[in-house]
């Protein structure tokens, strides 16, 4: 049995990645601001934080084996109206939550000799309209995950999931009508959304030994749209 992290584990690629890792008989500790959806899920306990703002986390093992943080945001206009607090908004919940749960149990996740999974978007490596704010924040992200993997090998292993759009909570209003998911799709090489249960096996395989040997990558999982051109 193995000690694993999801913050954000309530909802969406979050949620889907809890329900691998508890059905594996590990314990999970879910970080979010609100526990829902895992009530029902063996070995599966819930912190109450806003990765936001400053915070502690009590009661997790003095070995952590994995840490996803699925948390973050999908905040999209002309980059003229994004206001400083927009900017900020993002890069609070994208950059700094995860600085703040890493450093918090930097000693457990080297005494288990951790795997973390952090995400980020396509625009980071495509440029896209109305991206402007999260594609920046998304960008620290990936430059947090390969100086944490540098500085902390061999304890530690960091790596990124680049997505494109999933059909997550997250991504309701992008995906709201049929209208909107024909649109979408049609911009994918391989004509579709993606979904949570696709990037919560990817985000498991990284976390798990099977990945021992991958470190420091950004890995597009994002229907062909970052490198093929069809």
Same mark, same amino acid.
């Given at each position: 049995?193995?000690?694993?992290?999801?913050?954000?584990?309530?909802?969406? /690629?979050?949620?889907?990645?809890?329900?691998?890792?508890s059905?594996?008989?590990?314990?999970?500790?879910?970080i979010?601001?609100?526990?829902?959806n /895992?009530?029902?899920?063996?070995?599966?306990?819930?912190?109450?934080?806003?990765?936001?703002?400053?915070f502690?986390?009590?009661?997790?093992?003095?070995?952590?084996?994995?840490?996803?943080?699925?948390?973050?945001?999908?905040?999209?206009?002309?980059?003229?109206?994004?206001?400083?607090?927009?900017?900020?908004?993002?890069?609070?919940?994208?950059?700094?939550?995860?600085?703040?749960?890493?450093?918090?149990? /930097?000693?457990?996740?080297?005494?288990?000799?951790?795997?973390?999974?952090?995400?980020?978007?396509?625009?980071v490596?495509?440029?896209?309209?109305?991206?402007?704010?999260?594609?920046?924040?998304?960008?620290?992200?990936?430059?947090?995950?390969?100086s /944490?993997?540098a500085?902390?090998?061999?304890?530690?292993?960091?790596?990124?999931?680049?997505?494109?759009l999933?059909?997550?909570?997250?991504?309701?209003?992008?995906?709201?009508?049929?209208k909107?998911?024909?649109?979408?799709?049609?911009?994918h090489?391989?004509k579709?959304?993606g979904?949570?249960?696709e990037?919560?096996?990817?985000?498991?395989?990284?976390?798990s030994?099977?990945?021992?040997?991958?470190?420091?990558?950004?890995?597009?999982?994002?229907?062909?749209?970052?490198?093929?051109?069809?």
């Amino acid at each position: 049995m193995k000690n694993y992290i999801v913050v954000g584990g309530t909802s969406g /690629i979050g949620l889907e990645l809890t329900k691998k890792l508890s059905n594996e008989g590990n314990n999970v500790y879910v970080i979010s601001r609100e526990s829902k959806n /895992i009530d029902d899920l063996e070995n599966v306990f819930h912190l109450s934080v806003d990765v936001t703002k400053p915070f502690e986390t009590t009661g997790l093992p003095e070995e952590i084996h994995g840490l996803a943080y699925c948390a973050g945001s999908i905040n999209l206009k002309p980059f003229h109206r994004f206001s400083d607090e927009d900017f900020e908004s993002d890069f609070q919940v994208n950059v700094m939550g995860a600085v703040r749960i890493v450093r918090e149990n /930097i000693k457990a996740l080297k005494a288990g000799n951790a795997s973390l999974v952090f995400f980020s978007t396509v625009a980071v490596s495509q440029g896209m309209s109305f991206h402007a704010s999260v594609a920046a924040a998304k960008g620290g992200v990936e430059g947090l995950a390969k100086s /944490i993997a540098a500085e902390y090998a061999p304890k530690i292993r960091a790596n990124v999931i680049a997505p494109s759009l999933t059909d997550t909570p997250m991504a309701d209003k992008l995906l709201s009508n049929d209208k909107k998911r024909e649109a979408s799709s049609e911009r994918h090489p391989l004509k579709r959304v993606g979904n949570a249960e696709e990037l919560a096996s990817i985000a498991h395989f990284l976390l798990s030994e099977k990945s021992g040997w991958i470190t420091g990558q950004v890995l597009g999982v994002d229907g062909g749209m970052s490198a093929l051109r069809p």
